[in-house]
């Protein structure tokens, strides 16, 4: 068939991926303007090739006609109306600034769900909106994901950003805790292509241990996996150091000259003998031995813990001992151990300082329960409470950037419920699903195609010191502002500035700010120099753009956008190199091992440690490698299958249940109950169920047509916002109490 007349030649784009922590580089085919093929990029300088199905499918959601492209408005009714920008800017205004004068900025909060980490604009000016609003009801995925570890990251080496990263190519014994990175593909680590790099630990002759409650995918390719009873991985640990003080196989090595609290440790980890934490964690107290023996004895080790040890009982507890485990068979900061990133764009790690202010926790606290502000946010599971029952210092309004806390929040029908009684809600979002079908106005973001990348957030975490910059792959539709420009002009209108004020204007104020510290900074590479010059030489570029390329310049590799554009494939500017002292923040100058704060959770280990055993069935997560937390459901290639959403139950404990494999079962908790079908597996430990979240689309007012065939249900209706890490705030998601019965039909 002759081609017509105005068909070009497919062009190949290459850009990295922005659905997860993985970072893959893409290659990917348009044709006439539409995206046609995804494959990954062989030459990509961390992923070489390596994809998931997920992103092979990212043109999807570009191409599904479920997403939002306009800006929408609820009706009276509570339908919603396409509206155009002015409009819908004009509209946020009348709302919000009310509410602002007659209530105060406190009544105001925001919420940042996790897409916000993986996308430039959103990193690099939802600060600036939350500073413009000037609220202290900041509301982040962190208190559902990984603030113990930002916590005790923050309080051990003196800020959040300083968070070891396992540098798996050059270890020979790797030891994970409550992480799947087989399924996952790695979190707060970028590795693209894990489960590879996993594999070959083992190739050449290495050791994979993995301890968990379900023997997942990663556990199937590791040497040896131990179950744990969930939320107990705080007494394993601390009957690891136990061992290795009483052992005296504690040898940190270099690191000797820059540690404080080893007394306090010891007499923490006194109480904590390997047969009282066997009790608790199930583990035997000779494994126990075992396990930390071999992590000091291997040349090159690296314990690393993720979801499963952070959103639980004693999420910052256990997050501070990996660190301390990793310390004291000398394995932090070490090649093949532990290391730190220098980020090529800069940040609070890039340079060497060697000590800092440290801390502070306690701020300021929510209204209704007083939960602590840590690390400059308020716990998700106090929101709902927040806006039901604060009464007169209650929240009224709500600004929701890339979350979707009605199915990743605890107790999902109390922030349903909650959500609903807002005076305002204003989302930006690209569907209309459980959370946005309750905003006012929702402004549509760009897709993931339509916008540059540079996945800032995630590159501190990076085993190597690489960067890639990607500019969008299509443009957009012309009338349609950038991202960066929706959100400033957001935050024009809670400074009061009006609908109609310049997102340029501020977008200059925020980099003459950043240039004004880059040339005042002695270790940037523009310390000294005039500070219009240097803007000067960032023109014409503007917003993330040209943010961008000041941390480049004011970097520690000096780089520049144009040189990284001139890579598509990215910059390699090495491995990972040992940074103690100059990474240290604290005030000390010092590694802190024994933090009072999480020394004193020993207390309450010993004080809850019955509790704990006493439960006999608990509900843990887990994710599937086609989902993404509760989205690219509606992605047509992703969805249909096997069912996703189960319950996965040992054998024996089903019986007990009275429920059979495919059976519908009711499972309850404190706060609510739900009905799932059950999956029978010898690979779960019993009395542990687990099941997924981010699923149960059936709700009604949201537009996901794929999505709401999906079978599933919303597993945190079942989970507790009673429930905290009381240090972090953050929920417990994995180990909560509950019953199975047989549904009743
Ligand atoms: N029970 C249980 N609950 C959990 C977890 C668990 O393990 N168990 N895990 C928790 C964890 S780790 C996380 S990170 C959270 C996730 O919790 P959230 O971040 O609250 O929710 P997501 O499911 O990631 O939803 C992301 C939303 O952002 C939208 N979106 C996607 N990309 C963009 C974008 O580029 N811009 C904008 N503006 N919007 C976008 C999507 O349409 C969707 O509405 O869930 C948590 N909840
Ligand atoms: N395909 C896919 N990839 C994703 C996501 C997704 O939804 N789908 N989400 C992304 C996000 S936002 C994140 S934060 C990461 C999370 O990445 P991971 O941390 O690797 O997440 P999970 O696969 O949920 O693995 C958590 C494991 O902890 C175990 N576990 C539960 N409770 C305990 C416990 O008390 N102790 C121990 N030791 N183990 C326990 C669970 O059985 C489960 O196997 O994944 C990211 N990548
Ligand atoms: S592993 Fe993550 S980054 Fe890589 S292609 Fe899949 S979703 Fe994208
Ligand atoms: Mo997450």
Redesign the pocket.
Known sequence: MPLSPQASAPTKAYRTCSL??AACGLEITVADGVPTGVRGDADDVLSQGFL?P?GASIHGLHLDPDRIREPLAKQPDGSFRAVSWEEAFALADRLITPVIAEHGRDAVATYVG?PSGHDLSAALYHRSFHRALGSRRLFTVGTV??LPKSLSCALMFGTSMAVPVPDVDRAEHVMI?????V?????MVMAPNLRGRLKAVLERGGKLVV????R?RTAQVASEHHF?R????AFLLAGMVHTLLEEGLARPGRLADHLAGLDELAEFAARFPPERAAAACGVAADEIRRLARELAQAERAVLY?????TT?RFGSAASWLIDVVNVLTGNLDAPGGAMFTRPVAGGATATDAGFGRGVEIGRWRSAVRGAPEVLGELPVAVLPEEITQGGEDRVRALFQFAGNPVLSNPDGAAVDHALGQLDVMIAHDFYLNETTRHADVIFPATSPLERSVYPIYVYPTAIRNVANYSPPVLPLSPGRPPDWQVVLRLAAIVRGEGPDADPAAIDDEIVRRAAERATRDPDSPLHGRDVDAVLDELAPRTGPERLLDLKLRSGPYGTSLDALQASPHGLDFGALEPRIPGILRTPSGKIELAPPLLVAEGERMEAEADELAAAATVL??????????SWMHNVENLAGGKRRCTLIMHPTDARAAGVGDGDLARVASRVGAVEIHVELSEDIMQGVV?APH?WGHEREGTQNRVAVRAPGVNVNRLTDPARLDPLSGTAVL??IPVTVTPAVA
């Open positions: 997860c922590e998931c997920k996790n994901d990984q805790l409550g992480a799947n990175p399924i996952s593909q790695g979190s301890i968990d409650p379900r997942t744990i969930p939320g107990t991985d813990g993720r979801i499963g040890t639980q843990v997560g887990r994710r599937e490698l086609r989902s993404i937390n687990s981010g994995n180990g």
